[in-house]
């Protein structure tokens, strides 16, 4: 499914058609009360956490991609604007896509800090599992998670403030944040939350993105008067992010990597692309290097998709050179062919199936889940 941009002509024709079913039960400063009891409620549940003496720090998860990186930046700042002292950190290396567009809209990365001690005051963004935090996260105390994700092991009721919204990108949450708090986004910030909003949603066209996330690539967009370079520097992270150019193929694999806990089983999921005139060779080489990595990761099994990219035969859009032509799917370890087939349908050969619709990794994960936790 394509989500398409929202305009701020159709938001307003949306807005107006809701307001005509609201206006008998809601007047304008009924809603201007809740909306200032909400953001009480939020400031205050802040001053009643645990905060301590020292830095609490913002991290998103490891092998961090943009939407991770930022959500964490973004956050952070959010926090220390409201008085607290957080800061963003990064539990891993950046990957090329990260890189590209921190280069090209001009912030600062946070610095690396893979480890944490026990009893350090943690925020996480964009994650929900252990197996893919900050090592020391589980003797850690974790005050709050910003997310977009199926609840993980890091279990919502343990938390004291959790936001979790199935949406495109856990950065278009953050901007709905800062705008329910009344907080200003200036234009640094804008460029970190358009930058993880374009890279989650792979603007706007993943099937993940909502409204949610239309409504503020609009604000940022415009904000940043870059109406005319968007689908661009989109399209110029897409390059950046399946650049594989003198990686190892274990780079290569773990280039857009997650874990989880499943069942007591530890799973492994990549999430990589090709050319389809390329694809062939790049399974092949993708399959004899995930033993390795099971074996690295100390994983039951392994899963990756791979998305399949075709020319775009309309030579008149420069900025979609290539079309997604459904997903293939390879698995390594005992057992995984037999739950790849039952979610996927039957093998091409022994560790690929290839199915005719698109597939996100949360797809894989939730289908995942439910069978390894019945």
Request: charge should be negative.
């Amino acid at each position: 499914m394509t989500v398409k941009k929202v305009s701020f002509g159709m938001l307003a024709a949306i807005l107006m058609i809701c307001g005509t079913f609201m206006f008998t039960s809601c007047s304008p400063d009924d809603e201007a009360e809740e909306e200032r009891g909400k953001r009480a409620e939020f400031l205050n549940m802040l001053k009643s956490l645990d905060w301590g003496m020292d830095t609490t720090f913002v991290y998103g998860h490891k092998t961090p991609d943009v939407d991770a990186v930022c959500s964490s930046l973004a956050y952070a700042k959010l926090m220390r604007t409201l008085g607290y002292n957080c800061k963003a950190k990064l539990s891993g290396d950046i990957n090329r896509e990260t890189a590209y567009i921190a280069d090209v809209f001009g912030f600062a990365l946070p610095e690396l800090k893979s480890s944490v001690a026990p009893k350090t005051r943690l925020i996480l963004t964009d994650h929900t599992d252990y197996a893919q935090c900050v090592d020391g996260a589980k003797e850690a105390i974790v005050l709050q998670k910003i997310d977009h994700h199926l609840e993980g092991d890091i279990l919502d009721s343990g938390i004291p403030y959790v936001r979790r919204e199935m949406i495109g990108a856990t950065c278009t949450i953050i901007y709905e944040m800062y705008r329910e708090l009344g907080v200003s986004i200036d234009d640094e910030t804008a460029r970190i939350l358009l930058a993880g909003l374009l890279s989650d949603t792979r603007n706007l066209t993943k099937a993940a993105t909502r409204l949610e996330d239309s409504v503020a690539w609009e604000a940022l967009v415009t904000q940043l008067h870059l109406e005319d370079k968007v689908a661009e520097i989109s399209h110029q992270m897409s390059e950046a992010s399946n650049n594989y150019f003198g990686m190892s193929d274990s780079e290569i694999f773990l280039s857009d990597y997650k874990g989880y806990d499943m069942g007591g089983k530890a799973i492994g999921i990549g999430s990589l692309d090709c050319q389809a005139s390329e694809m062939e060779d790049f399974i092949n080489r993708m399959l004899a290097v995930m033993p390795q990595v099971m074996r690295d990761k100390k994983l039951d099994m392994l899963f990756a998709k791979i998305d399949n990219k075709v020319p775009n035969p309309d030579e008149s859009n420069p900025d979609d050179l290539f079309l997604d032509d459904g997903t293939y799917i390879i698995y390594c370890g005992d057992g995984a062919r037999a739950i790849a087939e039952t979610i996927y349908g039957s093998s091409l050969r022994e560790g690929v199936i290839y199915s005719k619709e698109k597939i996100g990794r949360k797809q894989i994960v939730a289908k995942l889940t439910e069978l390894l936790q019945n």
